[in-house]
């Protein structure tokens, strides 16, 4: 074999090898692409659930809002003195019990208070002054 025939060999090799890497980047372009168009399809769905998401937590945050007016109407007509009825019963209750020398537990549990509810209540009946008969 000759010298042109070996260069011209070495040519077409070289030139069917660009072929064959232009192919392979044809293709790898295309997967990309593809990869591409499903990343894109993804996030169009991540931002149609998350739209979603924010609309239902607008919602709450509305609901929440005509729940705190309503709240608030109904603080106007407080039911304070059933409340206080109910405070000064509990309280006259802790009195009469610790009168009895129950412990400070036996009573928590008795009323369904916390010891330190208790030592509160016996407290400030200390630091009251005494009724004035």
């Given at each position: 074999m000759t010298y042109e025939q070996m260069l011209t060999i070495c040519t077409l090799l070289l030139a069917?090898?660009?072929?064959?890497?232009?192919?392979v980047l044809v293709i790898a372009r295309r997967r990309n692409a593809a990869r591409d168009d499903q990343l894109k399809e993804l996030?169009?769905?991540?931002?149609?659930?998350l739209e979603a998401r924010m609309s239902q937590?607008?919602?709450?945050?509305?609901?929440?809002?005509?729940?705190?007016?309503?709240?608030k109407k109904l603080d106007s007509f407080s039911a304070t003195p059933v409340e206080s009825g109910v405070v000064q019963t509990q309280e006259q209750e802790v009195l009469r019990l610790y009168s009895m020398d129950m412990s400070l537990i036996e009573i928590a549990r008795r009323l369904g208070l916390s010891v330190g509810e208790v030592e509160l209540t016996l407290n400030l009946h200390k630091s009251q002054p005494a009724p004035q008969a």
């Amino acid at each position: 074999m000759t010298y042109e025939q070996m260069l011209t060999i070495c040519t077409l090799l070289l030139a069917v090898s660009a072929l064959l890497l232009s192919g392979v980047l044809v293709i790898a372009r295309r997967r990309n692409a593809a990869r591409d168009d499903q990343l894109k399809e993804l996030a169009r769905q991540i931002d149609r659930r998350l739209e979603a998401r924010m609309s239902q937590l607008q919602d709450l945050v509305d609901q929440a809002r005509v729940q705190v007016r309503e709240l608030k109407k109904l603080d106007s007509f407080s039911a304070t003195p059933v409340e206080s009825g109910v405070v000064q019963t509990q309280e006259q209750e802790v009195l009469r019990l610790y009168s009895m020398d129950m412990s400070l537990i036996e009573i928590a549990r008795r009323l369904g208070l916390s010891v330190g509810e208790v030592e509160l209540t016996l407290n400030l009946h200390k630091s009251q002054p005494a009724p004035q008969a």
